[in-house]
């Protein structure tokens, strides 16, 4: 197997992973149950400190097997009850007991929030505190840094018991630097690979085809496939592949912004992109009647484009991330209806063209709102694409797909930084 083709399944394999519940808020979980374990003694009291946007990341939505919104719940449900080995799953097994006393804490005052100025845009820090069987005192402190399970230091009582090698960057965001990937390579990649070293990626169908249908079996969030799904049997709309698409993958995303316990198959440290990024591709397999062998080779298509586009710009910023995603899972589908590669060029033109202001004023319900309005920019441009036709040289959108992801980037880093600043302060006043 080719060398960079190595480095691309490493990279999907890194940050294409199952994750419970909204990624920020989990990070947090995650946190607190490494320094739970490390603290030795029931946790007594805890202080969570999170960069501007994991906090804004973490105000409004529900945390799985909580019933509840915010940092300070999923901080003291991982301390309580949360599986330090579980990574992003760190809640699955949480129990109602296990919640009762992590609230019990809260109600007591001893779970600490704030906001600090940090390195990096993912950033938590969290301390534990508690007394050990003959009552003496200790503290446990565990910091991630540049990923949502990336722990950078771990102290117990205060002497530093853990260090990443600094000059190992691992950061979500630089996840590409020096590897040799384009849109080009990616195409090649994803229809060339043997399917045996790409099988894996089916897991993403299952997990989020699940949590779609638990979106539309349950009343979560702002029910907005269930919402669709009502219109379509009140004859107001019809079940189009476009609605289908939209219905299916916005029931995902209110199951699990809504606090549904499954998990799902995230993206670059989002599940509502895992989402966007999966289950338009899987419509569109089903509508084309494609292989499961086709079915991968178009998921690996969508995912490591998202990421590679991606890798242009913050991981957590102004920018709805949505967009870029269902940029890539638009590609996917032109791969599916049997498309060139030029072809799938013009649909990442043209996803990007028609909704890249969109942006992320933190994760909450409404979130499924903006799945699906990338969703649909995804079918537009798609079947705009199979007709060849493509937005080029207009606005940010360049007459070559590269210089468009750079283009993007350029407005997230250089264009965006004030109007994260603007959205936080809002949201926090």
Not at 85 to 98: F, R, S
Not at 176 to 193: K, L, M, Y
Not at 356 to 377: E, F, I, L, N, P
Not at 382 to 395: D, E, I, P, R, T
């Amino acid at each position: 197997m080719k060398q960079a083709w190595q480095q691309y399944l490493k990279i999907i394999q890194q940050v294409v992973k199952p994750a419970l519940g909204c990624t920020e808020p989990i990070a947090a979980a995650y946190a607190a149950a490494v320094a739970a374990r490390a603290l030795g003694c029931e946790p007594e009291r805890l202080a969570v400190v999170v960069s501007d946007n994991l906090y804004k990341n973490s105000m409004g939505v529900y945390v799985p097997g909580t019933g509840r919104i915010g940092l300070a719940i999923a901080a003291a449900a991982g301390a309580i009850g949360g599986k330090a080995d579980a990574g992003l799953e760190v809640l699955a097994a949480i129990t109602p007991e296990q919640v009762a006393r992590a609230q019990a804490l809260i109600d007591e005052g001893a779970v600490l929030v704030s906001r600090t100025e940090a390195p990096e845009f993912i950033y938590c820090r969290v301390t534990v505190s508690g007394h050990d069987e003959q009552g003496e005192e200790h503290s446990a402190e565990v910091t991630l840094c540049g990923g949502h399970t990336r722990i950078v230091e771990q102290r117990r009582d205060g002497e530093v018991t853990f260090a990443a090698d600094p000059t190992q960057s691992g950061a979500t965001g630089a996840i590409c630097d020096g590897v040799d990937i384009s849109i080009a390579a990616i195409h090649e990649f994803a229809t060339q690979v043997e399917f045996e070293q790409i099988r894996f990626i089916l897991q993403a169908s299952e997990l989020n085809g699940r949590l779609s249908d638990e979106g539309m079996s349950n009343p979560y969030g702002l029910e907005i496939g269930r919402t669709m799904q009502q219109n379509i049997q009140a004859g107001l709309i019809g079940e189009d592949v476009m609605n289908r698409i939209v219905m299916r993958t916005a029931a995902a995303s209110d199951a699990r912004m809504g606090g549904a316990s499954l998990p799902a198959m995230s993206n670059f440290g989002s599940g509502n992109q895992g989402i966007a990024a999966t289950i338009p591709v899987v419509v569109i397999a089903e509508r084309y009647g494609a292989s499961e062998e086709q079915l991968a080779r178009a998921l690996i298509m969508s995912h490591l484009g998202a990421i590679y586009i991606k890798s242009h710009y913050p991981p957590l910023s102004a920018f709805c991330g949505n967009t870029v995603t269902s940029a890539a899972a638009a590609m996917a589908m032109v791969y599916l209806a049997g498309g060139s590669f030029e072809q799938s060029c013009h649909a990442i033109q043209n996803v990007l063209s028609d909704s890249a202001g969109m942006v992320c004023d933190g994760a909450k319900a409404s979130c499924a709102m903006k799945v699906s309005t990338s969703s649909s920019a995804a079918v537009r441009g798609f079947l705009m694409a199979l007709n060849s036709h493509s937005v080029s040289g207009q606005g940010i959108v360049a007459g070559n797909v590269e210089q468009t992801i750079r283009n993007v980037g350029q407005m997230v880093k250089d264009g965006m930084a004030a109007t994260d600043s603007t959205i936080i302060d809002i949201m926090s006043a």
